[in-house]
């Protein structure tokens, strides 16, 4: 599974960062969210859907 951010749509709301640290950080300068993982691991998968349910910004999208 991948997960993606989109920067226009993120307002650096911080769900995501505080859903799953693990997986989002915010980015230096522009505190919007980042994927610092290549491919999530499956214990962080399901704390990876529920930040992108949660997301305001409908920013995080989930591939495959």
């Known amino acids: ?7 226009m749509k993120c307002r650096t709301v911080g769900i ?3 859903e799953c ?8 300068g522009s505190k919007r969210a980042t994927v610092i993982l290549e491919e999530i691991p ?3 998968q ?3 859907k ?3 349910i949660k997301c305001p910004n409908k920013a ?3 591939r495959g």
Not at 1 to 7: A, E, I, L, P, Y
Not at 21 to 28: L, T
């Open 1 to 7: 599974m991948k997960v993606v951010v989109d920067q």
């Open 16 to 18: 995501c960062v505080k």
């Open 21 to 28: 640290p693990e997986v989002f950080r915010f980015q230096e």
């Open 42 to 44: 499956v214990e962080f």
């Open 46 to 48: 399901q704390k990876c």
């Open 50 to 52: 529920n930040a992108a």
């Open 60 to 62: 995080i999208s989930i």
